[in-house]
């Protein structure tokens, strides 16, 4: 059923998850989130740009690690395209620099384990400390 302003209910619940888990995630790590940036690209020989926007980054300057977030209610093999087939590849352009380490981190509120999915995933409470290249599945209610 849509609603008035486009939005299913099923959508509804998600933009409140999402905005639940950012908040939550944004009291905890502070400025080290960037949560829900636009990213304008340009895919090569295209005449025009295009737009993405992860749900989040988590980035310790220090450390020089970066964990792109993607918030969904359910655990889904969506969430691992999204952060690396778009996601992942546009970060690592805008951060180029060899000392960069990246790492990606799917935040649910649901979790079913049997679920097949198309890599190895490691279950975290801590984003943050994901390895560079590992890909997190953090399970937040």
Known sequence: MLHPKGCTEAMRIGLRYERHA???LGARYGPQLVPSPWLRYRERGAPWWRYAQPDGLLMDLRAGTIC???VKVRHTVAAHTQLRRLYEPLIRRIFSAPSWRFSCCE???SFDGR?????RYVLTDAPHT????AFGLMLLR
């Open 22 to 24: 950012l908040g939550t």
């Open 130 to 133: 994901l390895r560079p290249g």
């Open 68 to 70: 792109i977030l993607e």
């Open 107 to 109: 935040v649910v509120r």
């Open 115 to 119: 679920m097949p999915f198309p890599e």
